[in-house]
């Protein structure tokens, strides 16, 4: 059921830039795209989320391609506390909240 | 407001018998949303209620499962008769409205069926 696409998975070393993307060709105009992660043992907590414009939060930064049809989830600076999986998915009125495999991202020290 | 509560945390159980779980969403909250994990896995829906509606069931969620929310607060999730295959983390999540609205998770209960 979920019409987004990532890698499996990412490898980081702390302290750089972490650039996470998702593929969602077939979203429709009302369909938001939001990205959680997923800490071990724990359930899934909000990062951020979109519809047309980059977002910024003191979490990450999002980028939506023109087309909206990719984005990519920006760390600006990986720790090791960012080592989780991440979920990109869509999110509409009638579209709701299907999860993928995510990407699983690895922070070297 | 202390979040998504969800009890029990862990439930061990032997095959056969039934299990009842419980989600606590955060005030105010319209949208519920049930999903199962397994291990290596991502949440795999299983429904979601607005309010007190329960608007859309997973091909998951077999006769064996049921899911309500009285008065569109809590919701408790029944599972009938267990197998092995139904060992589980059960996740619950909440939001006001949908769309741009962010969801909160709760910590999950872990199902072992022995």
């Known amino acids: 059921d979920a019409k987004t696409t990532q890698p499996n998975s990412m490898e980081s070393n702390e302290e750089e830039p972490v650039h996470l993307p998702c593929n969602h060709s077939t979203i429709s105009g009302t369909d938001y795209i939001h990205w959680y992660r997923q800490l071990p043992s724990q359930g899934p907590e909000y990062v951020i989320h979109g519809l047309t414009s980059n977002v910024n939060n003191r979490m990450a930064s999002l980028a939506i391609a023109e087309d909206r049809k990719s984005s990519t989830l920006i760390l600006h600076r990986a720790t090791l506390r960012d080592a989780a999986v991440y979920y990109c998915i869509l999110r509409s009125h009638n579209n709701d909240m299907r999860f993928g495999a995510g990407t699983r991202l690895t922070v070297k020290p | 407001d202390t979040g998504v509560s969800q009890n029990p945390r862990h439930k061990i159980t032997k095959r056969g018998q039934n299990v009842t779980f419980r989600c606590d969403p955060i005030s105010e909250h319209n949208r519920l949303y049930w999903y199962r994990q397994t291990l290596g896995q991502g949440p795999e829906f299983l429904t979601y209620f607005q309010n007190e509606a329960q608007l859309e069931k997973s091909r998951l969620l077999s006769d064996r499962f049921s899911a309500e929310r009285p008065k569109g607060s809590f919701s408790t999730l029944e599972i009938q008769r267990t197998e092995q295959g139904d060992s589980a983390m059960y996740l619950c999540?909440?939001?006001?409205?949908?769309?741009?609205?962010?969801?909160?998770f709760g910590q999950g209960t872990r199902l072992t069926v022995v």
């Open positions: 999540a909440s939001s006001l409205g949908s769309g741009g609205a962010e969801a909160f």
